[in-house]
């Protein structure tokens, strides 16, 4: 029982350090790993099964996978054998339907830079983030701790510019950062 109290303790004073911003669904994040490959995390214990959907620009399903795990879990995707065009790709589960569609565009096309961040340590508890949104659009900024997220918050305009010390950790070694675009897509800055 104190040891449940304390990690409510915990969480709480870890919740009121940092502002957090509202994220669609937080449990699954797409996260492009390689050319046309991608991994799928699901961060929280499913309750049944999961269901992953791929569908092409018609709306046709062209591939399913049904996923029964007991745990969180990371699954990756190859998508090599698939056309160049468009694709989304969806997770459902039975308790609550649809949780998150994620847009994919397979192909040689260049990616289109939408941002460009410069992390510097300044010394072994903080880290400084500097960043130019060059799209303008919103983006989320993302902090794992362990892989546990422990900071969230909304990036709008075009300059983002922040501190964060970390007072509570022995080293940065297991801090990783990420950014991620509006649809859900993102891509880690800073990572040990």
Known sequence: MRLIIATILAFTITSSV?????????????????????????MEIPEGKVTVAIKDKSNRIIFRDVIEAE??????YNLNKLDIGKYQLEVFNGKD????GFDIVL?????????YAKMMEVDDKTLALTMSNLNGKEKTLEIYDN?????????????FGKKFKFTNLESLKNIDIKIVEGNGVGKYIFAN
């Not at 745990?71 to 990756?76: G, I, L, P, Q």
């Not at 892989?147 to 300059?159: D, N, Q, Y």
Request: charged content about 30%; overall charge neutral.
């Open 97 to 100: 339907g649809k949780l998150s």
């Open 71 to 76: 745990k969180v879990f990371y699954k990756n």
């Open 147 to 159: 892989g546990s997220l422990i900071h969230e918050e909304a990036i709008t305009g075009l300059t």
């Open 107 to 115: 192909g040689d096309q260049k990616e289109e830079k939408t941002f």
């Open 18 to 42: 940092f502002a957090t911003a509202p994220v669609e669904n937080p449990i699954v994040t797409l996260e492009k790993v390689g050319d046309n490959k991608f991994q799928l995390k699901y």
